[in-house]
């Protein structure tokens, strides 16, 4: 119960700096602020975590890689879709991606139950691909980038919890892949756009706090529940913020909430339902 009472309260962090990006119309300079606070904090932690064994760094350079190229695909994927649509189509698609790499390479072992609740989230996910979800059509040139996001999510997740289970410091983890992770934005925004980020940290620095805080604590909850259960059902419940995405989507940037929208909020309530019942 803990592990989910952890996912549960990332997935809700992790809706809110989704919707403050897609919500913002200078993503590169929100993810590079993003990451300057976040690399902030951890280059102050940095002296109080014990540095990881030589046999984690693959592990976490490996990870740190997919995530930068999540953030670089995000930025792509939201110039041009709804926030509700794209958002759980790139989510939706991940725990396919733990589940198959967890049972493939982990040894994991899931119940009947676990494995069938688990796919119904992106199944419910595909829903979204009939009329656009019941808003704008995301143009077909973009699904391999969203498609794309859901692997890199997919990746990146199974291999934080494979090097949790070889060393259990989520902190620790998480410091380190963040000294990795959160220096490329805020050094391409100071090289190609210095006076716009200037600027924008000037005025909207507490847009910039809060992604960053947000990130950095949905991570490190998603790190701890890894670490206290299954990874492929950790990945899975935090799907619940498709749900949150969904209803902030339609209550902060006027999107529509239509039936194919509907059912894939109801199918991601029903796979939780049969994986923790």
């Given at each position: 119960?803990?592990?989910?009472?952890?996912?549960?309260?990332?997935?809700?962090?992790?809706?809110?700096?989704?919707?403050?990006?897609?919500?913002?119309?200078?993503?590169?300079?929100?993810?590079?602020?993003?990451?300057?606070?976040?690399?902030?904090?951890?280059?102050?932690?940095?002296?109080?975590?014990?540095?990881?064994?030589?046999?984690?760094?693959?592990?976490?350079?490996?990870?740190?890689?997919?995530?930068?190229?999540?953030?670089?695909?995000?930025?792509?994927?939201?110039?041009?879709?709804?926030?509700?649509?794209?958002?759980?189509?790139?989510?939706?698609?991940?725990?396919?991606?733990?589940?198959?790499?967890?049972?493939?390479?982990?040894?994991?072992?899931?119940?009947?139950?676990?494995?069938?609740?688990?796919?119904?989230?992106?199944?419910?996910?595909?829903?979204?691909?009939?009329?656009?979800?019941?808003?704008?059509?995301?143009?077909?040139?973009?699904?391999?980038?969203?498609?794309?996001?859901?692997?890199?999510?997919?990746?990146?997740?199974?291999?934080?919890?494979?090097?949790?289970?070889?060393?259990?410091?989520?902190?620790?983890?998480?410091?380190w892949l963040t000294l990795l992770s959160a220096w490329p934005f805020p050094l391409l925004a100071l090289v190609r756009r210095r006076a716009a980020f200037s600027l924008f940290w000037r005025t909207q620095w507490r847009l910039g706090l809060s992604v960053g805080l947000c990130v950095l604590l949905s991570?490190?909850?998603?790190l701890w529940a890894m670490q206290l259960g299954s990874i492929a059902e950790a990945a899975a419940l935090r799907e619940v913020s498709v749900i949150l995405?969904?209803?902030?989507?339609?209550?902060?940037?006027?999107?529509?909430?239509?039936?194919?929208?509907?059912?894939?909020?109801?199918?991601?309530?029903?796979?939780?339902?049969?994986?923790?019942?």
């Amino acid at each position: 119960m803990v592990a989910t009472a952890l996912v549960l309260v990332a997935a809700l962090l992790h809706a809110t700096w989704n919707t403050l990006i897609k919500f913002s119309g200078e993503r590169l300079l929100v993810i590079a602020c993003m990451d300057s606070v976040a690399l902030l904090f951890v280059v102050v932690a940095v002296g109080f975590v014990a540095l990881p064994p030589l046999d984690i760094w693959p592990w976490i350079i490996a990870s740190a890689l997919f995530e930068l190229l999540y953030r670089y695909l995000l930025i792509q994927a939201y110039r041009v879709g709804d926030l509700g649509l794209v958002y759980p189509l790139m989510r939706g698609l991940s725990p396919l991606v733990v589940l198959m790499l967890t049972l493939a390479f982990a040894g994991e072992v899931l119940s009947t139950q676990q494995i069938l609740g688990i796919l119904l989230i992106p199944f419910g996910m595909l829903c979204l691909l009939w009329q656009g979800g019941g808003g704008d059509r995301l143009p077909w040139s973009m699904l391999p980038v969203v498609l794309l996001i859901g692997m890199c999510i997919g990746c990146y997740t199974f291999l934080d919890g494979q090097a949790l289970r070889r060393w259990s410091h989520p902190f620790d983890y998480l410091v380190w892949l963040t000294l990795l992770s959160a220096w490329p934005f805020p050094l391409l925004a100071l090289v190609r756009r210095r006076a716009a980020f200037s600027l924008f940290w000037r005025t909207q620095w507490r847009l910039g706090l809060s992604v960053g805080l947000c990130v950095l604590l949905s991570y490190a909850l998603v790190l701890w529940a890894m670490q206290l259960g299954s990874i492929a059902e950790a990945a899975a419940l935090r799907e619940v913020s498709v749900i949150l995405v969904v209803l902030f989507g339609m209550r902060y940037l006027k999107e529509p909430f239509g039936r194919p929208r509907l059912i894939a909020c109801g199918l991601v309530l029903i796979g939780m339902f049969v994986m923790k019942f």
